[in-house]
């Protein structure tokens, strides 16, 4: 009978000679995939557990092994690069901790908290793990939006850098944004800068500025009371100030959109549509938003696939909406090891890798 079967399997291996090769080659690519995640996740290499279980599995080890790197301390370690790397801050400066912001990721990570807690933790961590108060004195806390160090590196005129660098990061949105997520603001809303929609297009003049300061304006707002140093001013009047230059209103803080004296001074707002009290309520409709995860996700593979700014361009929302959906049969509030772990067993991820190294 032993005869008969190899008889068999031979022949079937002269009619399919290159089944055999396809798996050699498929595990092939499995390690190399893992081995190069292993030094972004883990900053380490395989071991020999690992690569032994690797070339035994293949594709059905990933998730497994890679559940395993997220509970590493050195998994934490890499979320901190990550939230550094995403908004370009790191170490401290003229008094400012532009560590707060990584510290936060980190301890996120180490926890195995929702990633969303980035913008609506209500504290802050130092660089030994403790809790503290974040640095802003805000009577409120919204994660790393505030953080001096958030403040600071986005501060600018009418705070356009601040709401624009918080939809992009965090919801992959430019403006102007779609009429049905964020409603504009009216030209009667409006200072005379950003109220015109005719005219020649130039800063400040035309509809091109109009389309995306009516939206702006809303988000602008939730930082009128935070000066150029990061600090929260409660009697910011967010008027611009004639002795200073344009968008900057007093006591280094910057000018609001808003025309009304009561409407600029006041910080409550609108956030995709949702009325907002303050910067947290705000953050708060960020993370409860269809945007927000799948940003989320494009994010991470960016940095820990290392896919190019035009690669990045490519990744299909279809794709995007697919690996949320999975993450979120995992944990309704994803953590940052349950996006990980879903992104990188995605069959279309390591295929798109494998074959290329991008554009999955």
Same mark, same amino acid.
């Given at each position: 009978?032993?005869?008969?079967?190899?008889?068999?399997?031979?022949?079937?291996?002269?009619?399919?000679?290159?089944?055999?090769?396809?798996?050699?080659?498929?595990?092939?690519?499995?390690?190399?995939?893992?081995?190069?995640?292993?030094?972004?996740?883990?900053?380490?290499?395989?071991?020999?557990?690992?690569?032994?279980?690797?070339?035994?599995?293949?594709?059905?080890?990933?998730?497994?092994?890679?559940?395993?790197?997220?509970?590493?301390?050195?998994?934490?370690?890499?979320?901190?690069?990550?939230?550094?790397?995403?908004?370009?801050?790191?170490?401290?400066?003229?008094?400012?901790?532009?560590?707060?912001?990584?510290?936060?990721?980190?301890?996120?990570?180490?926890?195995?908290?929702?990633?969303?807690?980035?913008?609506?933790?209500?504290?802050?961590?130092?660089?030994?793990?403790?809790?503290?108060?974040?640095?802003?004195?805000?009577?409120?806390?919204?994660?790393?939006?505030?953080?001096?160090?958030? #403040?600071?590196?986005?501060?600018?005129?009418?705070?356009? %850098?601040?709401? &624009?660098? @918080? $939809?992009?990061? =965090?919801?992959?949105?430019?403006?102007?944004?779609?009429?049905?997520?964020?409603?504009?603001?009216?030209?009667?809303?409006?200072?005379?800068?950003?109220?015109?929609?005719?005219?020649?297009?130039?800063?400040?003049?035309?509809?091109?500025?109009?389309?995306?300061?009516?939206?702006?304006?809303?988000?602008?707002?939730?930082?009128?009371?935070?000066?150029?140093?990061?600090?929260?001013?409660?009697?910011?009047?967010? #008027?611009?100030?004639?002795?200073?230059?344009?968008?900057? %209103?007093?006591? &280094?803080? @910057? $000018?609001?959109? =808003?025309?009304?004296?009561?409407?600029?001074?006041?910080?409550?707002?609108?956030?995709?549509?949702?009325?907002?009290?303050?910067?947290?309520?705000?953050?708060?409709?960020?993370?409860?938003?269809?945007?927000?995860?799948?940003?989320?996700?494009?994010?991470?593979?960016?940095?820990?696939?290392?896919?190019?700014?035009?690669?990045?361009?490519?990744?299909?929302?279809?794709?995007?909406?697919?690996?949320?959906?999975?993450?979120?049969?995992?944990?309704?509030?994803?953590?940052?090891?349950?996006?990980?772990?879903?992104?990188?067993?995605?069959?279309?991820?390591?295929?798109?890798?494998?074959?290329?190294?991008?554009?999955?």
């Amino acid at each position: 009978m032993k005869k008969y079967i190899f008889i068999f399997s031979f022949i079937l291996s002269l009619i399919f000679p290159a089944a055999g090769f396809a798996q050699n080659e498929s595990r092939a690519q499995v390690l190399s995939y893992m081995r190069y995640l292993s030094s972004m996740l883990v900053h380490r290499s395989l071991t020999s557990a690992e690569a032994t279980r690797l070339q035994s599995e293949g594709k059905a080890a990933i998730a497994p092994i890679v559940e395993q790197w997220t509970r590493e301390e050195n998994f934490s370690q890499s979320v901190r690069i990550y939230v550094e790397n995403l908004l370009q801050v790191s170490g401290s400066s003229n008094g400012i901790n532009f560590s707060l912001p990584g510290n936060l990721g980190l301890d996120i990570a180490r926890k195995n908290r929702p990633y969303g807690d980035l913008l609506t933790a209500s504290q802050c961590v130092n660089a030994s793990g403790q809790v503290i108060a974040c640095d802003t004195n805000a009577p409120f806390t919204a994660g790393v939006l505030t953080t001096r160090a958030y #403040l600071v590196k986005y501060a600018g005129a009418y705070n356009i %850098s601040r709401a &624009g660098k @918080m $939809t992009y990061k =965090f919801l992959c949105m430019e403006y102007p944004f779609p009429q049905n997520e964020e409603p504009s603001l009216t030209q009667q809303d409006l200072i005379a800068q950003f109220a015109t929609t005719a005219g020649a297009i130039t800063f400040g003049n035309g509809n091109n500025c109009f389309s995306c300061h009516s939206q702006f304006g809303h988000h602008a707002q939730f930082m009128v009371k935070f000066d150029a140093n990061g600090f929260y001013q409660a009697n910011g009047s967010g #008027l611009q100030n004639p002795g200073a230059g344009d968008g900057a %209103s007093f006591n &280094g803080l @910057m $000018t609001s959109h =808003f025309i009304s004296s009561a409407r600029a001074a006041n910080e409550r707002s609108q956030m995709l549509g949702r009325q907002a009290a303050n910067l947290a309520e705000a953050a708060r409709a960020m993370v409860d938003s269809r945007r927000f995860l799948p940003c989320a996700t494009k994010n991470l593979m960016k940095h820990y696939l290392k896919l190019k700014d035009q690669d990045v361009v490519t990744l299909r929302p279809e794709l995007l909406e697919e690996i949320t959906k999975l993450a979120k049969t995992r944990n309704a509030q994803p953590s940052f090891a349950d996006l990980l772990i879903t992104i990188i067993s995605h069959p279309k991820v390591f295929d798109s890798f494998t074959k290329t190294g991008v554009q999955p």
